[in-house]
């Protein structure tokens, strides 16, 4: 008999029941968070080995409702948890009144990941090998490497029958160079992130030398507006991030989200579907940091706006169910955020949708998030690498340029989406974007 990929569990954790049976007298009820990680980099800076160290992380979280409101403390000394479960009583005198429950009825367990990853004088060799290969091609740039071996556990329980485990084991590489010419400094950039497998080493490699390769030459652009492509890790920081915000349901209850009123109504062009699939990718989980299952939602099917993304304070607030979308950062209290944000590819590839333009510009590379009324669904980015585009062909890299706009005239001017769709770090999973006319401003 085959076992499921969540396999429904009798046992607990000692350390989380002992919270637990602490708190059970004390309280209406009890949630305990615990999380352990590891991580260790290897890093490359100008060439020459930085550092090489690892760093761990363990520690618990428990939130309680005592007499209508909610408590919360943390710690990562596992030998003091009366003094924790203290805490969490004391600061519940002045908590916010509690709108929601703690989850419940939740057994499952994730199977622990198989994959090995590569040892740290492994990755030291390969680091070096691959600065190497960059000087193969220009020795006067400076190589930056990283590579990131992270493995981490999460258990959460619940004085209302909740177990839930899960583990991961991620491996991240990043390879960046620095190219400076008098005062011109040119940086750029590669990455992935992978799951339970190696991340694609000599592509990082293929992928910078090509942006240099494209930025030998110099091109400018003047004032205007023009088709602009966005690649999908710049359509990601630029235009995904935007999407998260506006979605959420604080910004929906909090009366930010321009999106608040309009579920039902298509909004977008019919060829943008956004969807969230915790099955998949590098974040993938069943069950989210509250202990409520993960499930795939679709928030925006084809233009049309579907709904939102809800932890249990703010779905409770708003009259609705969880989705299973209350995460945490380290061990504070959790928050509405997305498992990953994917949307879906269109019919043409990258190549073809360059070669379609007459003048216009490619966004590669972004500086920051830019200034902009990011809950207006507006932004305005700088960019750190762009290329101009003339008559079909990429014919060097420009400078000083800033692009503006609003995922709302940006998606009602769209001229297709890439049909290969890529992932972007652990959460973002999109294909390139042409839109018809963006506002392009340039200085010399």
């Not at 023009?226 to 710049?234: C, G, I, K």
């Not at 007459?358 to 200034?371: N, W």
Request: glycine residues 8%; hydrophobic residues 35%.
């Amino acid at each position: 008999m085959k076992k499921s990929a969540i396999e429904a569990v009798i046992v607990s954790d000692p350390t989380l029941e002992k919270i637990l049976d602490l708190a059970k007298p004390r309280v209406d009820s009890a949630e305990v968070y615990y999380v352990s990680s590891q991580d260790t980099p290897i890093e490359f800076e100008n060439n020459r080995l930085k550092s090489l160290q690892t760093k761990a992380l363990q520690g618990v979280a428990l939130r309680v409702i005592c007499n209508g409101k909610i408590g919360f403390a943390s710690s990562t000394d596992l030998t003091r948890l009366e003094d924790l479960v203290d805490a969490a009583v004391e600061t519940a005198k002045i908590g916010d009144t509690a709108e929601f429950e703690f989850a419940s009825n939740l057994r499952v367990s994730e199977p622990p990941s198989t994959y090995r990853p590569p040892t740290s004088e492994e990755l030291v060799d390969l680091g070096r090998f691959q600065i190497e290969q960059v000087h193969a091609y220009n020795s006067d740039i400076l190589v930056d490497i990283s590579f990131h071996v992270r493995s981490g556990i999460v258990k959460i329980a619940t004085s209302n029958d909740v177990y839930a485990k899960r583990s991961s084991q991620i491996l991240s590489a990043s390879i960046g160079g620095n190219l400076v010419k008098g005062e011109d400094f040119l940086q750029i950039y590669s990455y992935d992130v992978a799951r339970d497998r190696t991340p694609n080493y000599d592509r990082l490699v293929a992928d910078l030398l090509q942006k240099y390769q494209q930025a030998e030459r110099q091109a400018t652009i003047p004032n205007g507006s023009y088709p602009v492509l966005f690649t999908p890790r710049a359509a990601t920081s630029t235009l995904l991030s935007l999407f998260d915000i506006i979605l959420s349901g604080q910004v929906v209850v909090q009366k930010a989200s321009p999106l608040a009123d309009k579920v039902g109504e298509k909004v977008f062009d019919d060829r943008l579907t956004l969807y969230e699939d915790p099955s998949k990718g590098p974040s993938a989980c069943n069950f989210d940091d509250e202990g409520t299952p993960t499930s795939e939602q679709v928030l925006i099917d084809r233009g049309t706006v579907q709904g939102f993304y809800w932890d249990r304070r703010w779905a409770a607030r708003a009259g609705v169910q969880s989705t299973g979308n209350g995460f945490r950062g380290g061990l504070s209290r959790p928050g509405p955020d997305l498992v990953n944000l994917c949307m879906n590819p269109g019919n043409t590839s990258t190549q073809d949708l360059i070669a379609s333009m007459k003048e216009g510009l490619i966004v590669e590379q972004v500086l920051g998030a830019g200034q902009s009324n990011q809950l207006a669904g507006e932004f305005s980015v700088n960019l750190d690498l762009g290329y101009k585009v003339e008559n079909g062909e990429i014919v060097g890299r420009v400078k000083n340029t800033m692009v503006a706009g609003s995922i709302f005239e940006a998606f009602n001017n769209l001229v297709d989406l890439g049909n290969q769709p890529e992932w972007v770090g652990g959460g973002a999973y999109l294909p390139s974007l042409q839109f018809a006319q963006l506002g392009v401003s340039s200085r010399a």
